[in-house]
């Protein structure tokens, strides 16, 4: 199947600071890449849909000034989350959709740790 | 999409068929079955989906009942490395620009 990467794999930062996370995917372009963040022992609970070229729509709940998304290309989506607490420390986990299969594969996800 | 209902864990002997059921009554004719499982601190992978008819692929079997409303995933002969969470989702067709949304799956654990 097709092969979507994330960067970094894990990522420490204190709070108050923002983190960055890549998304790619290698093999295809894709025209929608999608967010998903999981706590311990949840399930994966999508935060916004990210459109290449245009602004993400996030879902009821999160804060579209918090977690900032840019789809700027169609092999990269990031996520930026900004001013992290301890509170944000979770797994965020991309996922694109290939337009050639229709299928979504996802990425192996960013474990994130704020302290 | 259609809601999935699926026991919160399972267990199944190393070499044994591993069979996950998934109640889906509420599913719409033109929903699909897909499953995708998560091995711990992992994304998601791929398993295998489904409209009607008995689909078997590499990884997996799937059988989907006459009336829809169920289905099973069945792994041939498990081993420790299909030891993670299987989530039954039902959406609509890949075409469409809707997302994967996850329930809480089942726990399988193979068991040496």
């Known amino acids: 199947g097709a092969v979507v990467s994330q960067h970094p794999s894990w990522v420490i930062c204190k709070s108050g600071t923002s983190v960055k996370i890549e998304c790619r995917s290698l093999d295809f372009q894709a025209t929608t890449m999608f967010w998903y963040r999981q706590f311990p022992k949840q399930s994966l609970m999508l935060m916004a849909t990210s459109n290449e070229g245009s602004k993400a729509t996030y879902e009821q709940g999160v804060e579209k000034d918090k977690f900032l998304i840019n789809h700027a290309s169609l092999t990269l989506s990031t996520l930026t989350v900004t001013s992290a607490h301890p509170e944000d420390s979770s797994f965020y986990i991309c996922?694109?959709?290939?337009?050639?299969?229709?299928?979504?594969?996802f990425g192996p996800g960013t474990r994130l740790t704020v302290t | 999409d259609a809601k999935t209902t699926q026991p919160p864990s399972m267990d199944c002997a190393e070499g044994r068929a591993a069979n996950l059921p998934c109640n889906h009554s509420t599913i719409s004719g033109n929903e699909y079955v897909y499953w995708y499982r998560q091995i711990h601190s992992q994304g998601p992978q791929y398993i295998i989906h489904g409209l009607k008819n008995n689909e078997t692929n590499e990884m997996a079997s799937l059988i989907i009942t006459e009336d829809r409303k169920s289905s099973t995933l069945i792994l041939p002969h498990a081993t420790l490395r299909d030891t993670a969470v299987y989530y039954c989702?039902?959406?609509?067709?890949?075409?469409?620009?809707?997302?994967?949304?996850f329930g809480s799956g089942t726990q399988l654990t193979v068991l040496p």
């Open positions: 996922s694109a959709r290939d337009p050639g299969t229709v299928e979504q594969y």
């Open positions: 989702i039902v959406r609509l067709p890949s075409g469409s620009a809707r997302q994967l949304t």
